[in-house]
């Protein structure tokens, strides 16, 4: 059976400073918090863009809260049959927000949402109850609806059941006995599905101190922390098999794997603050909230960097919102990879458009089209779309050699809640890709192509094989500014 798991975080090699200002009042006064909101928000304004990029997770960090430090044993909460719930309203909360929302908030969420008690405590920021905030985060409107993008949405029976129990003014009732979803990845305790690929090299990327000890998590409301791992790996090793290792989900938001030849950021065996740019590297994997891990189809592998400078980075994104003192996390990431010969090599191709131009308090859009060399047919496994604040919509589109069209992907785009799409889609030569984004400016000035979250992108990540032949190249230039831009191999959108 071919399968293929995987969740991007958009490749968003992105640093980003200050937003320009807006058009209008767009402070957050009366807004609701329970959820998640981007983490541009945050106190450190320089790396909001390329890892608020993430599919959300994403902790609203706006959310007044006590900055006095607590130890993580004390941040517990009521069972799930002593919630004070009525057990309808219980279930729903349990299967469809308590991953994130749970007695201990996960992954960076502000809030806990799994008892009578912390629905019914006031938002400081709302300044209405909790409650009521999560009736205006499953309704819609202008806030980024919950559960996130790339999660189903709410059926309509489960809505109902939240909003009737809202509307009666969240009262008490007698809970009964469910469990939130698990967390996946082999350290959360969860097994990982039985073997489908070739492991015959194995080993562990973990963000540590490097000095034998797990890396100790700043209280901070965003922190990005970069570790340096020298590849030491025979050319012509494929990854087959990545499998998150989770330590301290309630701080860790996601994290990101870079692969790259040559090690020209920083030494092996160091960690340091990081920015989110990696020249030279490659994406090779993401875990965020929900992500399985990835199994690459049987005849499927994805290469790793070899030779004498090759190096992994694992990045990891933490939110320490409710300020653990003296907490430490070894997350990271399980290789499995083969040095068996593959029929196909995967890898993460750019396609999308850089010819972005958007008047200040209007609408735009913008649109590049990927045509793949003649030489064979493309086997798309899945993608990623990727933009920024302005984002609205995005459309992927297979124009077909013999004249029909095809859509690829097409939904309304968030950027709290960036996700990946499963695909099983095979390009025939002729066949070509467009893909276009749609834009709402609310900001004072045109907006063009940049990496700080204030300017925009326009990009469709693309997991395909064989390695090459979605590859048009590109000059890698901004074409507003002429100055260097991201150097990702494989891009396809001219």
């Known amino acids: ?31 609701p918090d329970a959820g998640h909101a981007d983490a541009g928000s945050s106190t450190d304004s320089k790396r909001d863009g390329g890892k608020a990029d993430a599919p959300s997770a994403a902790a609203d960090s706006s959310v007044e809260v006590d900055e006095a430090p607590i130890s993580e044993q004390d941040a517990g909460g009521g069972g799930a049959s002593d919630s004070g719930l009525p057990c309808a309203v219980q279930s729903v909360l349990a299967e469809r927000c308590w991953t994130c929302h749970d007695q201990v908030p996960q992954f960076g969420a502000p809030v806990s949402l ?55 003014g969240a009262p008490a009732g007698e809970a009964c006995a469910v469990e939130p ?21 194995s080993f562990e990327l973990r963000g540590t101190d490097f ?10 409301d965003d ?9 030491n790996i025979e050319p012509g090793t494929l990854a087959t098999r990545l499998t998150p290792l989770l330590d301290k989900t309630n701080v860790l938001h996601h994290w990101l794997l870079f692969a790259a030849d040559n090690e020209n950021e920083a030494p092996s065996g160091t960690h340091a603050p990081c920015s989110g740019i990696h020249p030279g590297a490659a994406l090779a994997a993401a875990w965020l909230p929900g992500t399985p891990e990835l199994v690459m ?26 300020r653990y003192e003296n907490l430490k996390d070894d997350s990271g990431v399980k290789v499995c990879a083969t040095k068996k010969p593959k029929a196909q090599h995967a890898a993460i191709h750019w396609l999308g458009s850089e010819l972005i131009s958007i008047p200040p308090g209007g609408s735009g859009s913008a649109s590049g089209t990927c045509t793949p060399k003649p030489d064979g047919p493309v086997h798309i496994l899945g993608v990623v779309p990727h933009m920024h604040k302005l984002g609205s919509y995005v459309n992927m589109t297979i124009l077909r050699a013999n004249g029909s069209t095809e859509t690829l992907h097409d939904g309304a785009f968030e950027f709290e809640s960036q996700g990946y799409y499963a695909k099983d889609i095979v390009l025939q030569p002729g066949d070509r890709v467009t893909t276009k984004c749609d834009y709402k400016n609310t900001y004072t000035r045109t907006v063009t192509l940049g990496e700080r979250t204030g300017d925009e992108m326009c990009y469709m ?26 150097q990702g191999p494989n891009r396809c959108m001219r």
């Open 1 to 31: 059976m071919r399968r293929v798991y995987l969740s991007l975080l958009a490749l968003s090699a992105l640093s980003c400073n200050e937003d320009p200002t807006p058009v209008g009042d767009m402070s957050p006064r009366n807004t």
């Open 114 to 168: 799994s008892n009578f008690e912390q629905l019914h405590a006031q938002s400081p920021r709302a300044k209405v109850p909790y409650y009521q905030a999560v009736a205006d985060r499953i309704q819609p409107g202008e806030l980024p609806a919950m559960p996130p993008a790339g999660q189903p949405p709410l059926s309509a029976e489960q809505r109902a059941t939240l909003l009737d129990w809202i509307a009666a």
């Open 181 to 201: 979803p698990p967390v996946t990845g082999v350290d959360a305790g969860v097994e990982p599905p039985p073997a489908e690929s070739d492991c015959d090299v």
């Open 211 to 220: 000095k034998g000890g797990a890396y100790p998590v700043p209280m901070a």
């Open 223 to 231: 922190h990005y922390e970069c570790f340096y791992f020298k590849a």
């Open 297 to 322: 189809p049987d005849d499927v592998g994805m290469e790793l960097p070899s030779g004498p400078t090759a190096q992994f980075i694992l990045e990891n994104h933490y939110n320490n919102i409710p």
């Open 461 to 486: 990540f693309t997991l395909a094989y064989p390695v090459g032949r979605m590859n048009t190249g590109g000059n890698y230039l901004n074409p507003f500014t002429g100055q260097p831009f991201i």
